[in-house]
């Protein structure tokens, strides 16, 4: 098989030791205690992916992958050690070349902005993210489902606060529908919030989101694009590393379309210091983590580990990694002997080697190799030297990184943050609105109120008055039923008139009465 259908690793005495690109997808592990050559390996496999048309991700933990932007120096102090070994393995092409390269970084210091939304990362990895418990992480859950039913976008980490917030003015309510939802857990996660956010978390959510299709990309000549993420910083922030990377591989598996097993990768991907993923990782998230690197093959995307100690990746993960590179292990521990039975089991076994004696002999720069043939089928492990890189081994200067940054095809399509409407901005808005009708309400209310008591008042007044206009009529009209003087003058001369003419009437009459009795009884 030519090398034009592979990646060349190196040379086991007399055989090319060569990866066959429609098996690079099948992942792989590189691994070594420090100093043993895992970083020049890893430089090498870059770059002859790049070669060939395959584009890579990979973690910059130390800042020396950066070199791989620039050709190797024939003036620097390894270069003589690497076209001896050029000449070693007979590398009769090896010449310095540097490769396209794309700079990244979470914080947008060292590379372009790399940006994910609130929604895009989804409760379970942001509860990794923010160490939370499953009460916690349930709260989470349901301030995603109430924010998704609602229509509200959950960009940033401003409108995750302010969706936690309502949901905890509304824990009444959503404890009835969906479950507990106590203010204790809100507040809790609000605190987690605040420690992500002083880890620089809040840099990593927002927009413009990243496109997944601006790392599948290759220059004008054919070579794949190399994205380069900057995590030296980030590595002072495990959690979010390996959180970061976690998501940027679901990302991956969940927008590719199935491809089956294609002739070579869409996509490489190389997880450095790869521990760091599965350190105190929960049940559900290792399961998450075994899936996508199980299931992300049928995408085209190949996933290879960089650690320390094999035995630092769980054995469902391991079981996916059939490229295996080996760098020397150190044996003065039981658990340094434990790896180095672990990572000899793992080998498909060599007669002419003794794997758990040969872990601990190899030199700088060598390494045991066992690769997927042509078929598929691994081959048996064999002791490699490893060829040399062609790019700088080292990092670049501020000012050359500065000068990739500003001349690569991105441009500053993410340098520029984005913040549009979204669920903080709604909220506020309903908040205002809803205090203004409150506002309203109290002083229509107070308004009611002072009318109420004014119509009282009113209504008093009025029937004070009608009450003393009733007691002036009535006295008007007693005072008009009385006679004037003139008439009680008038009336008096009368009846004293008439009681004289009485008087004398009766005088009269009396006197004829007592004439008649007297005449009828004298008669």
């Not at 790019?391 to 500053?412: C, K, N, Y």
């Not at 203004?436 to 009611?448: F, L, T």
């Amino acid at each position: 098989m030519s090398d034009t259908a592979g990646i060349f690793i190196g040379v086991s005495g007399e055989k090319r030791q060569v990866l066959p690109l429609r098996r690079a997808n099948r992942h792989g592990l590189v691994a070594g205690a420090t100093g043993t050559g895992k970083t020049v390996t890893l430089q090498g496999l870059v770059e002859s992916f790049s070669a060939a048309g395959v584009p890579s991700f990979v973690a910059d933990v130390k800042g020396d992958l950066s070199g791989l932007a620039m050709a190797g120096d024939a003036s620097g102090k390894t270069h003589d050690i690497f076209a001896a070994r050029a000449a070693e393995i007979g590398q009769s092409d090896w010449t310095l070349t540097a490769n396209p390269v794309q700079f990244w970084d979470l914080f947008g210091d060292q590379g372009h902005p790399v940006r994910t939304t609130v929604s895009e990362m989804g409760p379970l990895l942001l509860a990794r993210l923010m160490d939370l418990n499953e009460v916690q992480e349930g709260v989470l859950t349901i301030a995603f489902h109430v924010a998704d039913k609602e229509g509200l976008l959950l960009l940033d980490l401003d409108d995750l606060q302010a969706m936690l917030v309502n949901c905890g003015e509304r824990a009444d309510e959503l404890t009835l529908q969906y479950g507990n939802v106590s203010k204790q857990s809100v507040g809790a996660i609000q605190r987690s919030l605040l420690q992500l956010r002083s880890q620089g978390g809040d840099k990593f959510f927002g927009e413009p989101a990243l496109d997944m299709m601006d790392f599948i990309k290759t220059d004008d000549n054919g070579r794949g694009i190399v994205n380069i993420l900057a995590a030296d910083k980030l590595m002072s922030s495990p959690k979010l590393y390996s959180t970061f990377l976690l998501w940027l591989l679901s990302e991956l598996f969940e927008t590719l379309p199935e491809v089956g097993d294609p002739d070579k990768p869409k996509l490489v991907f190389f997880f450095d210091e790869a521990h760091l993923l599965f350190n105190d990782a929960p049940k559900a998230l290792l399961e998450k983590i075994e899936q996508v690197v199980r299931l992300i093959r049928s995408k085209g995307i190949g996933v290879y580990f960089i650690t320390q100690n094999p035995i630092d990746i769980p054995d469902t993960v391991a079981a996916q990694l059939n490229n295996r590179i080996q760098h020397k292990l150190n044996a003065f521990t039981p658990r340094d002997q434990q790896a180095v039975k672990a990572a000899a089991d793992t080998f498909r076994p060599n007669p002419e080697i003794k794997v758990a004696q040969a872990i601990t002999e190899l030199k700088i720069g060598e390494a045991l190799v066992s690769l997927l043939q042509d078929d598929g089928s691994p081959a048996m492990v064999e002791r490699t030297l490893i060829k040399a890189p062609s790019s700088r081994v080292g990092p670049l200067t501020p000012q050359e990184r500065g000068v990739m940054i500003t001349t690569d095809a991105i441009g500053d399509k993410y340098d520029t943050l984005v913040d549009r409407e979204s669920a903080e901005e709604i909220l506020a808005a309903k908040a205002g609105q809803a205090q203004a009708a409150a506002a309203e309400a109290a002083a229509q209310k107070e308004a009611d109120k002072l009318a109420a008591a004014k119509a009282k008042e009113d209504a008093k007044a009025q029937a004070a008055a009608a009450k003393e206009a009733a007691r002036e009529a009535a006295r008007q009209a007693r005072e008009d039923a009385k006679p004037s003087m003139a008439e009680k003058m008038v009336q008096s001369a009368a009846r004293s008139a008439a009681t004289s003419l009485g008087r004398q009437v009766a005088g009269s009459f009396g006197k004829s009465l007592v004439r008649g009795i007297l005449g009828g009884l004298f008669r």
